[in-house]
Each structure stands twice: as structure tokens, then as C-alpha cells.
């Protein structure tokens, strides 16, 4: 059974087009990683996914249709997206960023205890709850973006580069939280990376978009051995 | 990463197009000169109305319309501008003419140095900062009672035509009124066409893209603030001769308001929208007022909020724009024909591209 | 120096007035990062929804209520039919839109009920308190106690409900506030309905104060902007200190000062404004964020 479908999916902006026919599969529970380069459309799609744009095809979560549904429908669905860079409430405190994340739950034990779980896996944002996310360094920032899109307890959840400009100690540390939240909550993941060596290892699935089109997919492993990927984004 | 195609100038009708600008001026100007000779006077009484009103709106679209500052003061600067006219008769005993000189460089002086500060806020706090100019000229008027007379106003004598002169009081204060709207309007033409058009364009697209051009951002807001602010005191001034009479009332908040609904009807950033500002002016406030008190607000209200969303061109905004759509047409019909070649040119460049992209990651 | 002390009071009195509508305007600003012209308008609207109902025999706390929630309804509507298209175009549009609600208002308000003065019963009973040499009457310290409470709503509804929390994200960021699953559109609605609720509160505290008409507004509005630029039209805090000084400084020129005039006294909260505005444009409250690297 699978969490989340695109079939043929095309979509850009304005006239634009970025996305021609892209289809991919993420299942129950498994984490599919995307790869490309700049300006390949990865961005893009995970958009169309969270309906922040417009798109032909279908796309759907546990086999519903997304189409014509705003960004807080989707998400109210069970779709967390958390965006590339600094997705962050800066004039929220860390606490609230997580709150908010939940907006979707009326759990309201739970989500105590979750906000608590966040600081487990990120001990850092526990040092800084009563601080404001605006004065938070890049990689507690990618952390709490993290934190925030978990506390929705979605289905599925997008991440576009998480990876992006942190530091290597601290980009180990985060794909070793994501795997444990895949394990331990069998939250299904889509990630979106450039700095492909990490997201590899744990992905389940991997897909190649390259100018807006798929041109490979399969297992993690089959992918990592492919000598285009290999030399492309394994830098070997 | 993308390619512009820069469609090439097309100059040749161009010389046409001054042509008949300059046709349609002059026939303009004609018809002007000889309007109080074939029209009532009450009615040339009205038309030197709208010529007052019509600088002044000329100066907040200079603000408003070309920079982009939103000023809410206009009602400021044309209270400065009649009353520094009406002074100076009364105490300096200077010509009618003079006395308007003196109001545009007392109005320029004080737009200078309320633009001042204003050049560095971004458009909210300049509307509220003017928004004090607006609210200050009723009290201020009323506290110097001795000058201004207060609440109940002051009578002023209107500008007496010499004794060759034998149309009437009303026409010859339309002409000395038509003199300075021809000079002033076609002052801001030219001001506005050359290369300081381009720069205010500039300004209110993009001030970082504007300074990076070499235009001294600043400086100019400066200066137009200064420049808008005196049109206003000049209009004032003209429209306190034609009346007749000076009072707070006539320069509440309202005619800012009022000053801001009607450019935004007339088009922002044109010239000729300020003509139509003036006819509105002039005309729409004492007809609606017929219709009762409260409906000059709810048209005035209606007004902006219907053209801020549904017209935001204005009138002649609107038509520009319809009339460059039409050239757009006919241009694009006359290149349909290289049309097929065209195509397959985007069709090689993706494919061009693509193989790039791909040797450049591969490298 | 008693009087000097009773005039301080007094002041403060006038400024939770001026406080609660540079609430709104707070509000208003954080939530949709719209200034609205029209939000005192909007109050005297208000205030004849309530003069309405006394009129047809409406107990005058009812009446009260009943205008808040009406007025609620109204600045929902406004944000809906009006506001929300026009919400992400350039500065200049918004202002002219506002100030557009603003003629509608003042108009409709003429249309309605006429440009006669008309009387609103006040809430508050005619009796006063000596607390040493210094008197309260009723009326200030019901205004006062009026403001206390809203702010401290305010404070509790933002800061510990839901609701607040889904505010403030949408606020901060709104893409990131759709990707939660908070409805962007229905929480500026919400943001505007509150707004115009705090701003019926000080045109029901303004109306029997004054004599109710279409202009009544006039001159509070300019004190309510005073009051909100003092926190840089972000800060609530802001606002509320930000009332005080000018109800505070304003009954202190009306005493000392009496060579400046009734007309005059509008000067001071407008040197106020001018004075924040180009001196520390983001105002004395604005939360300045460390950055850590």
C-alpha cells in the first residue's frame, strides 16, 4: 500500500513549465529519497504536493485525490511540508513553533508529551524553548522546521534539503532523528536532497529528476550503484 | 540560465505620434483661449476651477503617481499656498501674479522640508506623517485668527482686469489661470518625459534597482516632494482668486482625500489624469452634495475603492492602456507569419541547453 | 502638586480610550500588515449600533454587546468582500482602499442617522471616589478597569489558546502557517473581526463621553495612531504605555499650557508621531531579534 502517488504530474510557473509527466510512489511507513540537480524541479514538486501550485495529473494520499484542495487542506490531511530554508515562525518561540505544528491535532495530552519527545530527539531546542525561532542558529532552525512538521503527526512528510548549509556533525545527528521517527512512528518521508551519500543510506526508494523529468528510479541500493548517479551526486 | 529576446525598437511611427500630439495640443490651446468669448460666465467661472484644481493634482500625481509616496498633506500645502498668496496682498501689497510666485517658492521650501524627512519612510509611515500635515492646517488656521480669520474665513478681493480689457472679471481670471496651467503642465511634461521620468519609473519599481542605475534616490524624492507641494500651493492659491473668499473649512482632510480619489480616478502617473482630477473636482462634489450630505462621501468612498480594485489604471490609465494593447495586436499579427521559424529555434535551444546541463555535471 | 497628580489621572483616563482603539490598529497591523485608516470610522459605526438599540429599547448593556458583536461581524465582512484582494498588492493601494472604508463608513453612518448630534448613555453611574485628595469618578476608572481587562483578554487569548497561536504563526509567516494546516484567509477574517470588536469598545467608551456623530472619531483616531507608533504599530505593549502618554501629556498641556488653546492641543500627539516616526521609525517597543551565529 502506498502512503503517497504522483502520476504524471506537469506544473511550473506562470508559463514556465518545470515538471513534464513526474510520477513517483512513496510507501507505507518508507522513506523515498529525490535527487537532482539545481533547477531540476524537486522543489517543485513537493509544492504541487502540498497544493502550493497548480499541476495536471494526480496526486494522492492513502488513494485520495489532492487536487483542487489550499495548502491548510492538505495539510489538515496529513501532509507536512517542511519548506527549504528558514520555514520557521521567528517571532514565535520555540515552543510555540511546535505548538503550532499540532494546529491540526486536538490531542492536547499528547501533544505535550510529543513537544517533549521533539526535545529528546533535538536536545539543543529544549535548551532554547522560551527563545524566539528568529534568533536561533541555521542548523536549530532546520531542527525545529523538523520538529514543527513531525508535531503534525503527518502521513507523510516532504522535506526539502534538510541538509542544507548545516554543519557535517550536525547533519548526522538529524538523519539519525529522521530515521528513528521512521522507525519508531512509521511516518513515511519524501526528502529532497543534493548531498545524496546520507539520505541514501537510509532511504528505502530513490527517484532522479533531472530538467523536470524522472529519469531513474528503483530501490536505494539499485540507484547508489547506478555510475551515472554515482558520479553525479556520490561525488565518486 | 535564461535567454530575453529584446524585441527590436520599432522608431518609424514614432515621429508620427509627436505629430499628432503636437496637432492635438495646439487645437487643445485654441479651443481654451477662446472658451470664455462662446460660454456663460458662471460656466468660465467653473472651468477656471478645474484648471486650479487640475496644477494641483498634477503636483500629488508627481508624489503620488510617479514616485509611488503616498501623501496625505495635500490639503497642507494648498492652505499654505492661499494663504501665503492672500498675505502677500494683503501686507506686502504685491500684483496678483506675484503673490502666486510667492506662494510656489513658500510651498516649495515647506514640501522640501516635509519631504525631507520623508525620503527615508517607507509608504505607511510617510501617509502618516503626512497624515499630521493634514490634520495641523484647521487648528493652525484657527489659532492664528488674526491673520487668517479664523474659522468664519476671509473675503479676498479677486484680481481686477485692466481697463482694455473688456470680457469681464471671470475671463480674465480664467486667462491669468490658463497662463499658469499651460506653462506649469507643460514644465511637467517635459519634466517627466526626459530622463528624470525614467528615474522616477525607477523609484517606484524598484528604489534598489533605481540607485544601482546611478539615479540619486533620495535626492529626487526630495525635490518631487518639493516640486508636488508647490503645484498644490500654486493651485490653491489660484483657486482662492478665483473664489473670492479663504477659510479652514474648504481645507480639511477631506480634500486630501478627495485630491488622492481623484487622481486615482483620473490615472496614476499621467499627465492628462490630472485634467480629469480636476473635472471630478470640480464637478462630482457639488452634484453629489445635491443628492445629500452624506452621499459625496460614499461616492468619493465608492469611487476609490472601486477603482483601487476593478480600474486600478484610472481613466486615462485605462485608455493608454487600451490603446497600447491595440498597437500590442497589431504588431503580433504582422509577426505571425515568422512565427513557424521561430518555434523550432526554442525547440533547438532546449535541446542545446539540456546536453549543456547535462556536460556541465558530468565535468 | 494635588492637582498636578488629579490631572495624571485624568489622563489616563482619556488614554485607555486612545489605548484600546491603538489596539486595533495593533492588531490590525500584525495580522494583515494593513495601517486601517478606517478603524475609528469603523468605532463610531459602532457606537450607533449601540444608540440604535438603546433607541428601540434595549436594556444599555445589552445594547453594549450586542453593537461589539455586530461591529465583529462587520470588520469580518470588510476583510472577506474587500480588504482580502487587495491585501498583497503595494502600500499605496491599501491606503487608498482604507481610506476608501473610511469615507464609506463616515457616510453611511450620515445616511443612517443624520449629521445631528445624538446622545449615548453612558455605561458607568454618576458617582465618584476620594482616594487621599485625588477623585475618580466612575466613568475613569470603569474605562480603565475596561482597558485592563481587554488587554489581559488579549494577553490570554493570544498567548494561551489555540486560536492565538494559529494568529501569531499566521502573522509571522504565512506560507509556513498554510503548511500546518492553519486557514490563512479565515485568520485574518478572525484578526479583523477582533480588531473592529476592540475598536467598538472605544467608541462606546468615546460616544457618551462626546456626542455622538459621523465625526465624531475625527481627532481619537490621530491619538490612537499616536498611541500605536509609539510601539511602531507592532507592539501591544506599545500601545497601551503609548495611550498613556498621549492622554497623559495631552491633559497636562490643557492644564499648564492654556495659552496653547483648544486647537491647538492636537499638536502634541502629532509631534509624538512625527518625532517616533523619524526618529526611531520602529518604534520604542519594536522587538529587536538577536541573531546568533
Not at chain 1, 67 to 92: E, M, N, W, Y
Not at chain 2, 351 to 362: L, S
Request: hydrophobic share 50%; glycine share 12%; proline share 3%.
Amino acid at each position: 500500500m502506498n502512503v503517497l502517488e504522483i502520476k504524471g504530474v506537469s506544473a511550473g510557473y506562470g508559463r514556465i513549465p518545470v515538471l513534464h509527466h513526474v510520477s513517483l510512489v512513496v510507501g507505507e511507513k518508507s522513506i523515498a529519497v529525490l535527487l537532482g540537480a539545481n533547477g531540476a524541479g524537486k522543489t517543485t514538486t513537493l509544492r504541487a504536493v502540498s497544493g502550493m501550485i497548480k499541476y495536471t495529473g494526480q496526486i494522492l494520499l492513502d488513494g485520495k485525490d489532492l487536487k483542487g484542495r489550499g495548502p491548510d487542506q492538505i495539510a489538515r490531511l496529513g501532509i507536512a511540508h517542511g519548506v527549504q530554508g528558514r520555514g520557521t515562525f521567528s517571532d514565535l518561540t520555540v515552543e510555540d513553533n511546535l505548538a503550532v505544528g499540532a494546529f491540526r491535532r486536538r490531542d492536547k495530552a499528547e501533544i505535550a508529551v510529543d513537544i517533549d519527545q521533539m526535545y529528546t530527539l533535538f536536545p539543543r531546542l529544549r535548551e532554547r524553548r522560551k527563545q524566539k525561532a528568529g534568533s536561533l542558529s541555521g542548523g536549530e532552525q532546520q531542527m525545529l522546521a523538523v520538529g514543527r512538521a513531525l508535531m503534525l503527526k503527518p502521513r507523510v512528510m516532504l522535506l526539502d534539503e534538510p541538509s542544507l548549509g548545516l554543519a557535517p556533525v550536525i547533519i548526522d545527528d538529524l538523519y539519525e532523528a529522521l530515521q528513528r521517527v521512521n522507525r519508531l512512528q512509521g511516518i513515511a518521508m519524501l526528502i529532497v536532497e543534493q548531498n545524496a551519500n546520507l539520505a541514501l543510506e537510509i532511504a528505502n526508494d530513490a527517484y532522479v529528476l533531472e530538467t523536470g523529468s524522472m529519469v531513474l528510479s528503483g530501490t536505494a541500493r539499485d540507484v547508489s550503484e547506478n555510475d551515472g548517479v554515482r558520479a553525479a551526486y556520490l561525488g565518486n | 540560465m535564461s535567454s530575453i529576446e529584446i524585441p527590436a525598437m520599432q522608431s518609424a511611427p514614432r515621429g508620427e505620434v509627436v505629430a499628432t500630439k503636437i496637432g492635438v495640443g495646439f487645437v487643445l490651446v485654441l479651443i481654451l483661449l477662446g472658451m470664455p468669448l462662446v460660454i456663460p460666465e458662471y460656466q468660465t467661472f467653473q472651468l477656471t476651477g478645474v484648471m486650479t484644481y487640475a496644477v494641483a493634482a498634477l503636483g500629488l500625481n508627481l508624489i503620488t503617481g510617479y514616485v509611488g509616496q503616498v501623501s496625505l498633506g495635500h490639503n497642507a500645502f494648498f492652505a499654505l499656498g492661499s494663504y501665503a498668496a492672500v498675505l502677500s496682498v494683503v501686507y506686502l501689497g504685491v500684483n496678483d501674479v506675484v503673490a502666486v510666485l510667492i506662494a510656489a517658492v513658500v510651498t516649495f521650501i515647506f514640501g522640501v522640508l516635509a519631504g525631507y524627512p520623508a525620503k527615508r519612510l517607507r509608504g505607511l509611515y510617510l501617509a502618516l506623517i503626512t497624515l499630521v500635515l493634514a490634520v495641523s492646517v484647521v487648528p493652525l488656521v484657527k489659532q492664528f485668527k488674526a491673520y487668517t480669520g479664523g474659522a468664519a474665513g476671509l473675503m479676498v478681493d479677486k484680481p481686477v482686469p485692466p481697463a482694455w480689457f473688456t470680457l469681464g472679471q471671470d475671463a480674465w481670471i480664467y486667462y491669468m489661470v490658463l497662463a499658469f496651467t499651460l506653462v506649469i503642465f507643460w514644465l511637467v511634461r517635459n519634466f517627466v518625459g526626459g530622463s528624470n521620468g525614467r528615474a522616477l519609473a525607477g523609484i517606484r519599481e524598484s528604489e534598489l534597482a533605481a540607485s544601482s542605475m546611478g539615479v540619486d534616490v533620495n535626492r529626487l524624492k526630495v525635490i518631487v516632494f518639493g516640486v508636488g507641494s508647490m503645484l498644490a500651493g500654486v493651485g490653491g492659491a489660484l483657486a482662492t482668486f478665483t473664489i473670492g473668499f479663504i477659510g479652514p473649512d474648504s481645507f480639511t482632510l477631506m480634500l486630501s482625500i478627495s485630491f488622492l480619489a481623484a487622481i486615482v480616478v483620473g490615472g496614476l502617473g499621467t499627465i492628462w489624469g490630472a485634467l480629469v482630477a480636476g473635472l471630478f473636482l470640480q464637478f462630482v462634489p457639488s452634484y453629489a452634495s445635491d443628492l445629500g450630505q452624506a452621499f459625496s462621501g460614499a461616492v468619493y468612498g465608492g469611487i476609490l475603492i472601486a477603482c483601487m480594485t476593478l480600474m486600478p489604471n484610472g481613466i486615462v490609465g485605462s485608455l493608454l492602456k487600451i490603446a497600447s494593447n491595440r498597437r500590442e495586436a497589431r504588431k503580433a499579427a504582422d509577426r505571425t507569419a515568422g512565427k513557424g521559424a521561430e518555434k523550432t529555434t526554442v525547440a533547438e535551444k532546449t535541446t542545446v541547453k539540456a546536453a549543456a546541463d547535462r556536460t556541465a555535471r558530468a565535468t | 502638586m494635588q492637582y498636578f497628580f488629579q490631572q495624571i489621572v485624568n489622563g489616563i483616563g482619556d488614554g485607555a480610550i486612545y489605548a484600546s482603539l491603538g489596539l486595533a490598529l495593533v492588531l490590525i497591523y500584525r495580522t494583515t500588515n494593513i495601517a486601517n485608516f478606517a478603524q475609528g470610522e469603523m468605532a463610531t459605526f459602532s457606537a450607533y449600533i449601540a444608540w440604535q438599540m438603546v433607541d428601540w429599547g434595549v436594556p444599555l448593556w445589552w445594547s453594549f454587546l450586542i453593537a461589539i458583536a455586530v461591529s465583529m461581524v462587520v470588520g469580518v465582512l470588510a476583510y472577506l468582500l474587500l480588504v482580502r484582494s487587495v491585501q498583497h498588492r503595494d502600500e499605496l493601494t491599501i491606503v487608498i482602499v482604507t481610506l476608501g472604508l473610511f469615507l464609506a463608513f463616515n457616510s453611511f453612518d450620515g445616511a443612517m442617522w443624520g449629521f445631528l448630534q445624538l446622545s449615548l448613555p453612558s455605561p458607568f453611574p454618576e458617582k465618584s471616589f476620594a482616594i487621599g485628595a485625588l477623585r475618580f469618578n466612575a466613568e475613569l476608572l470603569g474605562t480603565i478597569m475596561i482597558l485592563i481587562a481587554i488587554s489581559i483578554g488579549m494577553f490570554l487569548l493570544l498567548q494561551h489558546t489555540r486560536l492565538g497561536t494559529a494568529l501569531r504563526a499566521s502573522a509571522s509567516n504565512a506560507t509556513s502557517a498554510m503548511l500546518v494546516g492553519i486557514p490563512f484567509t479565515a485568520m485574518m477574517a478572525i484578526g479583523w473581526g477582533l480588531a473592529a470588536g476592540l475598536g467598538a469598545v472605544s467608541g462606546l467608551l468615546v460616544g457618551p463621553k462626546l456626542t455622538l456623530d459621523p465625526n465624531m472619531m475625527g481627532a481619537i483616531i490621530i491619538y490612537a495612531f499616536a498611541a500605536a507608533v509609539v510601539g511602531g504599530l507592532t507592539s501591544y505593549r506599545g500601545a497601551v504605555v503609548g495611550g498613556a502618554i498621549v492622554g497623559i501629556s495631552q491633559a497636562l498641556s490643557m492644564a499648564y499650557l492654556p495659552w496653547l488653546g483648544s486647537d491647538l492641543q492636537i499638536l502634541l500627539p502629532l509631534m509624538l508621531i512625527v518625532a517616533v516616526l523619524i526618529i526611531k521609525p520602529e518604534g520604542l517597543f519594536g522587538s529587536t531579534v538577536v541573531i546568533r551565529v
